[in-house]
């Protein structure tokens, strides 16, 4: 039998989400299903048809790729300093 789930405690969850946890940690966390969780991320969908869910993985892939544009800008001024500046392209 299902189990019902106070509003207080999904919004919680789904907040989690939001943020970036994982639904299987929210699952055990919580002790929830993860088949919960998916269908109320499916319900909160906006008009767009992006899930909490699908929000939750891109800002996680954004901060990913923040940090790898990070590495990769100090490791360019890195090389720069080492090679005596910032090199100029002919005709600048």
């Known amino acids: 039998m299902a189990k019902h789930v106070d509003s207080v405690l999904k919004d ?3 907040k ?3 943020e970036g946890a994982k639904v299987s940690e929210l ?3 919580h002790g929830v299903s993860p ?3 998916y269908g109320w991320t499916k319900a909160e ?3 767009s048809g ?3 869910l699908e929000v939750a993985r891109l800002r996680r892939e954004n901060h990913d790729l923040r940090l790898i544009v990070g590495a990769l ?3 360019k001024g890195r090389a720069e ?3 005596g500046g910032p090199r100029r392209h002919a005709g600048r």
């Open 35 to 37: 088949n919960a969780i």
């Open 16 to 18: 989690e989400m939001k």
């Open 81 to 83: 300093k080492n090679a």
């Open 12 to 14: 919680q969850i789904l």
């Open 45 to 47: 969908a906006d008009n």
């Open 27 to 29: 699952s055990s966390r």
């Open 73 to 75: 800008t100090l490791e």
């Open 50 to 52: 992006t899930s909490p």
